[in-house]
Each structure stands twice: as structure tokens, then as C-alpha cells.
């Protein structure tokens, strides 16, 4: 027996011990005992009549109970058991909250009654079946209580329950609970009793209105009280009684604009004004108190030291200090600030004008090339039969015909829809040019091959216009030349020429390097380059058989001709420029300075006004006669020397020829109205010539009425590009 | 893969399936249709055979997947797609080849006989089984057209233009072989590119690079129209006597600004002419006045008209077929074209027995097989000649024939679908 524990217990009573451990047997009494209720609860109160040992438990339990009251009259005691079996039933409810159990113990039907009123009967209540339930036999007398008390560790937590007379032994939970209950707190220990407020009336807005209350009629009604009380104001004011409070005024000038007399000029004098860098703000580097890993560990404080002034990345250590207070001063204070001032005051601060263009605004506004159409685009037809490059090409006025003359020393002439070769004529020599005459009631053909022009008669037109056309070279017959001995000598073909269709044949004293047709078709112009005469240039009449050589001066190496296709101009292109010359009044009207080196080829218009003068060093320049003799346009698309140049007679195109294998074609609308200048916009390259022996795209030609064009070629072909 | 529902018909009664929407893969293409079909029917009729079909939605031919397809003719996946099938045209099978001496600018044939003209400047008259029967020479440069004219009994009528300005009119006796020149049609001032026979086989058509369209009666006679211009050459006279009585043009007429490149008869008293100036015109025989102008963008090569679905079938120098519908009043609306040549177009033809086909020829070397029911890709190529193709012809016999600068003519046995000609 352990005094101090008797001692503890009764001073203590309502604290329970919770660190002294139950007996292990003990607690197994108590589990029993508490499966016991559990059977109970389930199985009815069939057990708790059998269950002998309980009922004496019980039955001692009571009578202790009855004697405590007697002998400790500790009215908080008995109150605290009574309380115990209180809870012990709570808390039966609340082990068993899943299952349904009545609050009142059911071994027991009596009721919630004083069980004073069972005390003097040997039973203390009924059972379910209405059998007695008999009191337990055993009674405890005072000893056996005190024993108990002494040597029962469980007697502390020994309830009894004067119900059924027995003596519960309360498990830690049980106690635990009542702990928490006289602690005054919940008994759920999971229960909290500070849940998050949720706020009736919060400052959001909600989608309905907290109440569907309508407003009440008041708050739509005007307050008589409100209007009476303003009907006294406005009273009062009216009569003078209430002043409006006196507005300070302010001008005192506690505030002012400093900048309202600003003089203007000035401001204007600084507009280019720069403000002066600012310093940037200070990083946690500069913090007396910096990060740790800011400051410096030793290998980069070694560095530091090592670095150059001007290397170092800051002027200064981060350094730790515990306080402001501690931070030393600044010991390069003095010369940061000058060296500051000395930035400010050599610093060159200019504005830097840059003009921002869009390189796409330069460009001018052209038209899409497919806006432009039609232009030829595709190859559709290659014309082969020769057998060396093709040097010169011409479509028959009806467009039907196309004629080439080639270095293989024949001219052959072509069906154009179907790439024919219809007639093949050997002239024996190299043919520079050839040239179909434009006037469409004669079939001719004019062909310049070494020193001899020939004009050919293909008789591959109807009857009548070979009829005509045979008539215009047989029309001189009757006025022989009187001048025998002239530079230039006419003949007839004779023989089998006869048969070939050669009529005419004109020897001249050089090599002829292109021949041209008025438009009229009468006069013939052949060209002789050379350095060295003013026999360059010949202008043969067709009808009379005349040839007449227009210059009397070498004015520079002779190109090519051509006829103005409508005015009695006559245009020689030498090596740099292009000399216009009025056939009428037998003076020169117009120098036109190409800015090339070596014109190589010249076309005019069809409407005469404007001139396209291809050159060797690769560029193409337009002249519009009504505008300056200096080039309106150079082209410079083709990479190598262009060798032709060609108008279409009927459709704003022209196209060029060059050794690069290609033929450019450009859309080129020329306008009556003066002011305008003609619209010049490339639209297509054509390829499909094979470059040999350096050369490419030797002439081209466009067709008279559709916008196809032909190119012959250094590959012995001629090509249709549709 | 998304599903779509597909309900199949078709016109033959023989391939008949039951008309429930099917779901079918949206990426199957014709294989895969055809397989299903075919499955169809053999659980239908334990004896068929696999057929190729070729499959048509909303009268378009399936030639990628129908996924695709439909996504490119805008039809919605959502809705149960119609798909018509038709058994699969089989490949044109080449049969003969029919050297000439020189290249071949015209061809045309009938059940029995085939006539080319050719640029050695003679026309030929072939058997349909490639043997050399006839040739008929007397034209002094390239023949550039030829037609038939009538061909009762063993004496036929046909006509060859020429480069040489002149029409000839030729009868020709099959059984004796014998051709001679009937009549020799002058008037022209250019080359005769083109010559068309009447559908009743008294008038002719001819036109010609000198922008005009002349009207020739077909009747042969025995006596010469006489001639306005007085003979000055003893030469010609001969030449004239040498080739039948000459001829003058009943009616000329006049409007195309550039060559006219190619002539047909819509019916006896239409006609319509296609130019290189842009333009193909409907006249009226009668009155000699033009009906109608239909205005395209690039020279036309050659026009063919199909009197089963009125559709006029222009060949163009742009590389497109393009058809036309004669008797719009604007006259400038393209209903299709069909692209796929690579070079002009220098020859079509639509098929005589089939409202939908038509054949090709085009400078890039090809005879292509039309159906326009498919207008991006051609049925079949035929790719047999190595050189420019010139003429294309199709029989009522199922023959196709083309002709071109290789110097051959080859013809192609087709057999149009029996149950398809009708549809």
C-alpha cells in the first residue's frame, strides 16, 4: 500500500493521473467490460442477467458507492461519479455513434428515476423481459472500499453505475473525454470550435440579393423630416442667417508655376537637349548589409585585388556590418563624385539624326507583271533544221512566215503554228541578217551575207502578192542605171537562184552586216562597218535599183540603221550614240548619248517617238526623243552583252537579247500625253536557249499581231515563246 | 482515321447494291471503294468477278482520296455522301501504226476508211486495219485539211485544203481505187487550214488564213463555175485543168480579224469558227450573218463540238481545253477547262458516242483521253508519239485515231463502256 498514492488520490480527486500506466490485466478487465457493453448493445440484455461477475461487480460497486456517500460526504465526489456515469453513457453513444442506441441504458427498463426508490427492494429494476434485475450480493463495507481504494490502481477511474449496480473501470479515452469535458472543452476531439467565419455580408458583389425582401416603401418615398429640415435651411439662408463659409484665397502664393514665365527661345535652344546618364540606382552590393552571397569569397576578393582600377567590376568590397551605425565612411567618396562630374562635363552628348526610310518606299510603285498580260511566258515551239547559230530572224508582215538566216549558209523559212521548215534556200555564206519586207502587198525577203544583200522572193504568199511583188523588182527594167561604175552593183539571179526565189542580188564593196526596210518597203537600207571610210552606209531603192550613200563623213563606226516607221528619219547607231537624221532636209536632227560603251543593236518604236539601244557592256537604255537626248531608262538585267532589241508592233512590249541565254521581256507603255513618261516594268526572262561557244540569244523578234516572240540562238535553234 | 457515310448507286443494273449509307474510311481512295463494292456484290451474287469501278461525287471523278476530294469540291463530311460508280474505262489499246513520208497535219475517218493529209502535200486514204489503200496527189504544196464528204457505196466525195489556197474536191471509187479531182474550189488569197463538210454532205466550209470563211457547195458537177479573173497565166490554166472544174465559194464569210484556224458545223445551219484572233464565232448559213462571238484570251488552235451534250471544246495556244457553250448570249463564259497539256493544244475531238469523253492532242507529244467530269487530271495518256501532235480523230467505232509530226498515224481500239455510252 502506497500512502502517498491514498494521499493523491484524495486531494486530487478530479485530476487524473494520465502518466501512471494501467495494469496490463487491468485494462484486459476493462476491455472485457467494455465488450461487454458492446455485446449488450448488440445481443440485447440476454447477458447482462448471465453475466454473473458483472452484477457483483456491480452490486459492490453500488454499495461502495452508497458508502462513500456516507463516509466522505465529498459532495463534488458523488456529484463527480454520478457524472461519470453520465458520460460513461455518453460516451457508449458516441463509441457507437454509427449504430442507432437509445441514450438510457437498456439493461435496466426503469427509467431515468432516482434509484433511491429501488433501495430497499432486492432488485434494482427489470430487464427486457420484465424479469428482475436482482442487485449484486456482494457488499462492500467500508474496509473493503478503503482496501480498494489502496490497492486497486483502477480505482480512480472506477465509476459505478447505480442503474445496473456495477463498477465500470473508465479506459483512457473515456477519461480522456472526461478531461476534455471538465476542461470545459468539446468532447469530439476532431470537433473545432473555431471554424472559419463565413461572412453574411461581405464586401463582394454578389449575383442575388441577400434578401428578396422588396425595398421598402420608405426608401422610395421623400423624407418629410429631410424636406422640412432643407425647407429650414434654404430659409434660413435666404434670410441671411446662415452665411456660406468664407473661401480662403490663395494669393498669397504659397504655391506657384515656376515655369509660367518661361521664355520660349530658351526651351527651343535646348531641344536638342540631352539629359545627362543617371547612375545607376545601388544594388544589393552596396547594401551595408548584403546578401551572403554578395559578398566576396576569397578567391574573388584575390581576383578583385588582382584586376586592374579599370577592370575591376566594382570599385569597392561588399562588406557585412551588423548596423548602420558601424558603416565607415566612404573613402573614395571624394573622387567618385569628380570623376562623376569629370563623365558629365567631357562626355560628347549629340543627338545622332537617322533618317528611317523603308526600303521599300524607294522602290517606284510599278504594276504587278501580271496585270500586264498578255506577255509571252512560255516556251511552245523550237524550230531546229540549222546547223549553225542562227544569227538573224524575221516574221512576215501576216505573221504566218518566219525567215532565219543562219552561218551554215542557208535561209530557211518556217510555217510558225507548226515549226515547219517549208523552204530551205542555200545562199553559200554566212547570212548576217535577214529582214522580211514590212509592207504586207509585197512578199521579200532582204538577206545580208558577206558583201551581198539578196532579196529573195519565197513566193510563199498568195498568187497576187507574189505577182506584186515580182512586178516591184522587175519594175526598173525600163531605166537602167546610168552611173555604171557606182561602189555598188545590182544584178538578177540567174538559174537555178532563179528557181531558190534569189531575185535581186546588190554587191557592195564591204561586208554587209545588216540590212533594213523602210516601212513602205521600197528603200532598203545595208550597213558596212568601218573605221575608216563614209562608205558605211547604203540606201537602196528596191523599184529603180538605185543605191545612194546618204553621209559624206565617218562619224564613227555605223551599228545599225533604222527607219522612223512613220516620219522621213532616218536613225544610224554608232559605237555611243544614236544619230537621228531627217531624210528630207538632209541634216541631222538629233544626237541621242547612249551611256554604253558599244551599242550593238537599236529598235524604234512603232509609234517613233522612242528608241531601245541595246548595248555589249549589258544594258539596255530607252530614249524618248520628246524628253532629252540622255537615256529616260537604263536597264541593266542581263548579265552578259545584249545582242537585240525588238518592239512589238501592236502590243506595249519589248524584249532584249543577251548572251546569257536569256531574253528579257518588258512591258513598255508609252502615252500621247507628253507629261507622261512611258512605263517601263520587266515582266518575264525567258530561257531556253543553251549558250554555246559564248554566244546565247543572238536576235529576237516579236510576231506581228499575237504577243508571242521568237529568239533565235548560238544552239542552231529558234525558239517561240508564247 | 474519321469515318464518313457514303450511300453507292449506279445506272447499271447489273452492279446494283443496296442503297444503305455505308461507313467507309475518310482517306480510301478509288482501290479501296472499288474493293468494297466489289465485296458488295459478291455477297449479293456468289459468281461475280472483280470489276474496276471509277467513282463519281456530285459528278466529279474521285482521283484522290475522298477526303481530299471533298475537301477541295467543299462538300460537307456531315452529310451522307452520293457516290455514283461506273465501271472503269479501260486504257485505250494502240492497234496500228501507219507510217507517211512526211509529217501529218489532218486526219479524218469513218467506219471503214481513214484520211490523212499530210505535208508532203498528199492525202492518203487508209483501211481501218492500217492498209495503205489510196493516195491522192495533186495539190501543189502542204495539205492542211482533209474531210469526208459523202460515202455511198463504192463511190465516196472528200475534200482536201491545202497551203496552196485551193480546196479539192476528189471522188473516189473504193472498188475500182481510182480518185479524181472533181472540182477545184478557188477563192481563197491564203492558206486553207481548215475544211468542214455539212451534216446533210451538200455544203462545205472551208477557212482559211486569210481571216475568211467560205461556203462551197459539195454537189459535184460537170460543169466550172466561171471564173472572174481572167487567166493570165497558161500555167495555172493547166494546172486548173489538170485538177477538175473550178469552183467559186457560195457565200463568203467575213469578220474574224486574224487567220481562222479551225471550222466545224454545229448543224446544217449553224456553223462556227475559232480564230486566232482570240475569238470563236456562230455563224448563221442562211442569212451569212454571225450569231454569236465567244471571246476567249489566247489564240485557238481548234474547236470540236458534241451534239450529245452541246458543248463546244476549244484547243488553245495556253496549253487549256476549255468548253464552251454556243448559245450563251454574253458568249464569254468558260464553263471548264481541263489542264493538264503542257504545250498548245493543237487538236480535240469529242467522242461521238459519249456525252462526257473527249481526246486531245497537244504539242508537248501527247493524246490525252478526256472525261469532264474530271477536269484536273486526264482519264489516259497516250503517249506513243515521239513528236508534235497535229490531228486527233474518234470514230462512232469506237477508234481513236492521231496523227503528228513523227510521220505516224496511230490509232487506238477504245471500247467505251457499253452501259456508260448511254448514261
Excluded at chain 1, 525588238?646 to 512591258?667: E, K
Excluded at chain 2, 489538170?242 to 456553223?271: F, I, Y
Excluded at chain 2, 498548245?344 to 504539242?363: D, N
Aim: glycine fraction near 6%; charged fraction near 25%.
Amino acid at each position: 500500500m502506497e500512502f502517498g498514492a491514498v494521499f493523491r488520490s484524495l486531494t486530487f480527486p478530479q485530476i487524473f493521473n494520465f502518466n501512471k500506466k494501467p495494469a496490463e490485466e487491468e485494462e484486459e478487465e476493462e476491455d472485457e467490460d467494455l465488450s461487454d457493453s458492446e455485446d449488450s448493445v448488440f445481443s440485447g440484455l440476454e447477458d447482462s442477467g448471465s453475466d454473473s461477475e458483472d452484477e457483483e461487480e456491480e452490486g459492490s460497486n453500488d454499495k461502495e458507492d452508497g458508502d462513500d456517500e456516507g463516509l466522505k460526504t465529498g459532495p463534488e465526489e458523488s456529484e463527480q461519479v454520478e457524472f461519470y456515469v453520465c458520460v460513461s453513457r455518453v460516451f457508449r453513444v458516441q463509441l457507437f455513434s454509427d449504430v442507432v442506441v437509445p441514450v438510457q441504458d437498456i439493461r435496466n427498463t426503469v427509467g431515468n428515476i432516482p434509484m433511491e426508490w429501488y433501495r430497499d427492494f432486492p432488485h434494482i429494476g427489470y430487464d427486457l423481459d420484465g424479469k428482475k434485475i436482482y442487485k449484486p450480493i456482494r457488499n462492500k463495507d467500508e474496509l473493503d472500499e478503503f482496501l480498494d481504494k489502496m490497492e486497486n490502481p483502477d480505482y480512480w477511474r472506477t465509476v459505478h453505475d447505480k442503474q445496473t449496480g456495477s463498477d465500470i473501470v473508465l479506459s483512457d479515452e473515456q477519461v480522456e473525454l472526461v478531461n476534455r469535458l471538465q476542461r470545459g472543452q468539446f468532447g469530439d476531439v476532431n470537433f473545432n470550435e473555431y471554424q472559419p467565419q463565413v461572412e453574411f455580408f461581405s464586401g463582394d458583389l454578389m449575383v442575388h440579393p441577400v434578401s428578396n425582401r422588396p425595398a421598402d416603401k420608405r426608401s422610395f418615398i421623400p423624407s418629410l423630416i429631410e424636406k422640412e429640415k432643407v425647407s429650414k435651411l434654404v430659409h434660413a439662408i435666404k434670410m441671411g442667417w446662415i452665411k456660406p463659409r468664407r473661401q480662403d484665397d490663395d494669393s498669397r502664393g504659397r504655391y506657384y508655376d515656376l515655369w509660367t514665365n518661361e521664355d520660349s527661345s530658351i526651351l527651343a535652344k535646348h531641344r536638342m537637349h540631352l539629359p545627362a546618364p543617371k547612375i545607376p540606382l545601388p544594388g544589393h552590393h552596396e547594401s551595408y548589409n548584403p546578401p551572403p552571397e554578395y559578398l566576396f569569397t576569397d578567391e574573388e576578393r584575390a581576383l578583385w585585388e588582382q584586376q586592374d582600377l579599370s577592370d575591376r567590376k566594382f570599385p569597392f568590397v561588399p562588406q557585412r556590418f551588423s548596423s548602420l551605425r558601424q558603416v565607415p565612411a566612404f573613402p573614395r567618396f571624394i573622387h567618385e563624385r569628380f570623376e562623376r562630374c569629370l563623365d558629365l562635363y567631357l562626355c560628347p552628348r549629340q543627338r545622332k539624326m537617322r533618317v528611317n526610310v523603308n526600303p521599300e518606299d524607294l522602290i517606284p510603285k510599278l504594276p504587278k507583271p501580271k496585270d500586264l498580260q498578255p506577255f509571252p511566258t512560255t516556251q511552245s515551239l523550237v524550230y531546229r533544221g540549222h546547223s549553225g547559230l542562227v544569227r538573224s530572224i524575221s516574221v512576215s508582215p501576216s505573221g504566218q512566215w518566219l525567215a532565219s538566216g543562219s552561218d551554215d549558209g542557208s535561209v530557211r523559212f518556217w510555217e510558225v503554228r507548226s515549226s515547219r521548215c517549208m523552204k530551205t534556200v542555200q545562199v553559200g555564206g554566212a547570212v548576217r541578217s535577214v529582214a522580211w519586207n514590212p509592207n504586207p502587198s509585197v512578199c521579200l525577203l532582204a538577206v545580208a551575207l558577206d558583201s551581198v544583200v539578196l532579196i529573195l522572193s519565197p513566193s510563199l504568199a498568195d498568187r497576187q502578192v507574189v505577182s506584186s511583188s515580182e512586178r516591184l523588182l522587175s519594175g526598173q527594167q525600163e531605166e537602167e542605171p546610168a552611173e555604171g561604175v557606182g561602189p555598188v552593183t545590182w544584178s538578177e539571179g540567174e538559174g537555178e537562184e532563179l528557181n531558190q526565189g534569189i531575185r535581186l542580188k546588190i554587191q557592195h564593196p564591204k561586208a554587209v552586216h545588216q540590212v533594213a526596210w523602210h516601212a513602205k518597203g521600197d528603200y532598203l537600207a545595208s550597213v558596212m562597218p568601218d573605221h575608216s571610210s563614209h562608205l558605211q552606209v547604203f540606201i537602196h531603192q528596191v523599184s529603180r535599183r538605185r543605191s545612194q550613200n546618204p553621209f559624206r563623213k565617218n562619224k564613227g563606226l555605223v551599228q545599225c540603221v533604222s527607219f522612223h516607221p512613220v516620219r522621213p528619219y532616218f536613225f544610224v547607231a554608232t559605237q555611243r550614240s544614236v544619230r537621228i537624221y531627217n531624210l528630207v532636209k538632209q541634216e541631222m536632227t538629233k544626237k541621242l548619248q547612249a551611256n554604253s560603251k558599244w551599242i550593238s543593236s537599236m529598235a524604234v518604236h512603232p509609234g517613233g517617238d522612242h528608241v531601245v539601244c541595246g548595248s555589249y557592256d549589258c544594258r539596255l537604255s530607252w530614249f524618248d526623243l520628246d524628253l532629252s537626248t540622255k537615256p529616260y531608262k537604263m536597264l541593266r538585267h542581263h548579265k552578259k552583252a545584249v545582242r537585240g532589241v525588238a518592239y512589238h508592233r501592236l502590243y506595249p512590249l519589248f524584249a532584249s537579247a543577251s548572251d546569257d541565254g536569256s531574253v528579257i521581256v518588258c512591258h513598255g507603255t508609252v502615252y500621247n500625253d507628253l507629261l507622261q513618261n512611258p512605263l517601263i516594268v520587266p515582266v518575264k526572262v525567258l530561257r531556253g536557249h543553251v549558250i554555246t561557244h559564248d554566244l546565247g540569244v543572238l536576235d529576237v523578234t516579236f510576231h506581228p499581231t499575237q504577243p508571242w516572240i521568237f529568239s533565235s540562238g548560238s544552239d542552231a535553234t529558234i525558239r517561240l515563246f508564247t | 482515321m474519321s469515318q464518313l457515310q457514303a450511300r453507292f448507286f449506279t445506272e447499271n443494273k447489273r452492279y446494283v447494291v443496296d442503297d444503305v449509307p455505308f461507313s467507309i474510311p475518310a482517306g480510301a481512295e478509288v482501290l479501296d471503294l472499288s474493293n468494297v463494292i466489289n465485296k458488295l456484290l459478291e455477297a449479293k451474287n456468289a459468281s461475280h468477278s472483280k470489276v474496276e469501278f471509277d467513282f463519281l461525287v456530285r459528278g466529279q471523278f474521285l482521283r484522290t482520296s475522298l477526303s481530299t476530294h471533298m475537301e477541295t469540291e467543299g462538300i460537307s463530311t456531315e452529310d451522307v455522301v452520293e457516290i455514283e460508280y461506273v465501271e472503269r474505262i479501260t486504257a485505250p489499246e494502240p492497234e496500228e501504226c501507219m507510217m507517211h513520208d512526211d509529217w501529218i497535219s489532218s486526219v479524218d475517218a469513218d467506219a471503214e476508211w481513214i484520211l490523212t493529209g499530210s505535208y508532203d502535200k498528199t492525202a492518203r486514204i487508209w483501211s481501218v486495219e492500217g492498209k495503205a489503200v489510196m493516195t491522192v496527189a495533186g495539190h501543189t504544196d502542204v495539205v492542211k485539211d482533209v474531210a469526208w464528204v459523202k460515202r455511198d457505196g463504192l463511190t465516196s466525195l472528200l475534200l482536201t485544203a491545202s497551203l496552196d489556197q485551193t480546196v479539192l474536191l476528189w471522188e473516189w471509187n473504193s472498188e475500182r481505187n481510182k480518185v479524181k479531182a472533181r472540182h477545184c474550189c478557188r477563192g481563197h488569197t491564203g492558206s486553207v487550214d481548215t475544211v468542214a463538210t455539212d451534216p446533210t454532205g451538200s455544203k462545205f466550209c472551208s477557212g482559211s488564213w486569210d481571216k475568211m470563211l467560205k461556203i462551197w457547195s459539195a454537189v459535184p458537177t460537170d460543169e466550172a463555175d466561171e471564173v472572174e479573173e481572167p487567166a493570165d497565166r497558161p500555167r495555172k490554166k493547166q494546172k486548173t485543168q489538170q485538177l477538175g472544174l473550178t469552183r467559186t465559194p457560195l457565200m463568203t464569210l467575213s469578220g474574224h480579224n486574224e487567220a481562222v484556224s479551225s471550222v466545224l458545223w454545229c448543224d446544217s445551219e449553224e456553223l462556227c469558227s475559232a480564230s486566232w484572233d482570240h475569238t470563236i464565232r456562230v455563224w448563221d448559213v442562211e442569212t451569212g450573218g454571225m450569231k454569236t462571238t465567244l471571246t476567249g484570251s489566247k489564240v485557238f488552235n481548234c474547236i470540236s463540238y458534241s451534239p450529245l451534250c452541246r458543248r463546244l471544246a476549244s484547243g488553245s495556244t495556253d496549253r487549256h481545253i476549255r468548253l464552251w457553250d454556243p448559245r450563251t448570249k454574253d458568249g464569254s463564259l468558260v464553263l471548264l477547262s481541263l489542264t493538264s497539256h503542257t504545250g498548245w493544244v493543237t487538236a480535240v475531238k469529242w467522242a461521238p458516242s459519249h456525252e462526257h469523253q473527249l481526246v486531245s492532242g497537244s504539242l508537248d507529244n501527247l493524246v490525252k483521253l478526256w472525261d469532264t467530269r474530271s477536269c484536273k487530271a486526264p482519264l489516259y495518256d497516250l503517249a506513243a508519239h515521239e513528236d508534235k501532235v497535229f490531228c486527233v480523230d474518234w470514230t462512232e467505232s469506237g477508234l481513236m485515231l492521231s496523227g503528228g509530226a513523227d510521220n505516224k498515224l496511230y490509232t487506238y481500239r477504245y471500247s467505251a463502256c457499253q452501259t456508260d455510252a448511254g448514261a
